[in-house]
């Protein structure tokens, strides 16, 4: 017991010692790193100081826990060194590769964007010509412009037992002005349901007329119908259309330039259109008739020469 109290009376010394020593340091002040490391320099020896800088040449020391490496390992470790090194070197060139690639870019991207202007280009062209093609396409389907005339339009009545009911009947002949000639007729309560149904029946019924040259018949020819009596008869260029009002309609429509046409007996339209129609059915030309005769075009077109000129010296 004497001795754990005699311990207990140092130790509680002790700390009385020690918390005296740190007042008298608190007390005192504290100097700066500065005049410390000052301090060391100038109390180090020439001895120590040579052996600082033979320290710091050799290899520090490793540390309490670190392994000393070995030879090996301090090679390995250069190696790493060097390798890091490289790398470094070789991000910095294709760093300044991609500076250089980036302003051949800017060229390649211009020359890109030219080849895609052009291949726009050339399909805007292709969608103009498919567009043409498909316009001329459906031009074609389309049916072609007809040449419309109103010949006559008349009102009828129809007696019923309340008293009278008015309509209107046209007369319309339609060609193409090509040798394409056609005529209806068409009834309805107002003018243009009537000239509508005229047309639409005109169209359905065309029949096609040879013309020499494009401009007048081939020869004269007559026709009837009921009490209308037509002659027709072929002119030379520079003629004109000679007709009454229903047959110039037809010939304006058929495309016919020069001809001489008479009109005998009825000056009823129906009639008279209808007569010349009957004629035009029988006209001809000398493709059909060598046709027709198994002959060739020039034996007759000699032969109408030949009577033409027999014809001029009986005359003279």
């Known amino acids: 017991m004497s001795k754990d109290k005699n311990e207990l009376n140092e130790a509680s010394n002790n700390l009385s010692n ?15 790193e500065s005049e410390i490391k000052n301090d060391k320099k100038d109390t180090l020896s020439p001895e120590s100081k040579k052996s600082a800088s033979n320290s710091n040449n050799k290899d520090p020391k490793p540390r309490d826990g670190e392994k000393k490496l070995s030879p090996s390992d301090q090679e ?4 790493n060194q ?34 895609t202007k052009k291949v726009n280009n050339l399909e805007n062209k292709q969608n103009n010509a498919k567009l043409n093609n498909s316009e001329s396409n459906n031009k074609v389907n389309e049916q072609p412009e007809y040449i419309e005339k109103l010949v006559s339009i008349n009102r009828v009545a129809k007696v019923v037992k309340g008293g009278r009911r008015f309509s209107f009947a046209a007369l319309v ?11 209806g007729k068409g009834k309805a309560k107002e003018v243009p349901e009537a000239i509508k149904k005229a047309t639409d029946e005109a169209k359905t ?28 008869r072929s002119a030379p260029s520079g003629t004109g259309v000679i007709a009454g009002g229903p047959m110039r309609a037809v010939f304006e429509a058929l495309g016919i330039q020069d001809i001489v046409a008479k009109s005998v007996g ?17 006209a001809s030309s ?11 075009i020039n034996e007759i077109t000699k032969r109408r020469k030949v009577s033409q000129g027999g014809v001029e010296d009986a005359k003279n």
């Open 173 to 183: 002949v339609v060609g193409d002005g090509n040798g394409m000639v056609g005529h």
């Open 76 to 79: 390995k470790t250069k190696i």
């Open 18 to 32: 020690e918390k005296k020593l740190d007042a008298t340091d608190e007390s005192k002040p504290k100097k700066l």
């Open 205 to 232: 019924r065309m029949i096609r007329v040879p013309l020499r040259q494009g401009r007048t018949l081939h020869h004269d020819i007559r026709g009837r119908f009921d009490s209308g009596k037509v002659y027709l």
């Open 82 to 115: 060097k390798n890091t090194q490289i790398d470094t070197e070789n991000q910095v060139e294709q760093d300044s590769t991609v500076k250089n690639t980036d302003n051949k870019g800017s060229k390649t991207l211009t020359g890109s964007v030219n080849k």
């Open 286 to 296: 000398p493709k059909i008739i060598a046709a027709r005769r198994g002959l060739k």
């Open 266 to 282: 009825t000056s009823n339209p129906h009639n008279m259109v209808r007569a010349t129609f009957e004629a035009l059915k029988v």
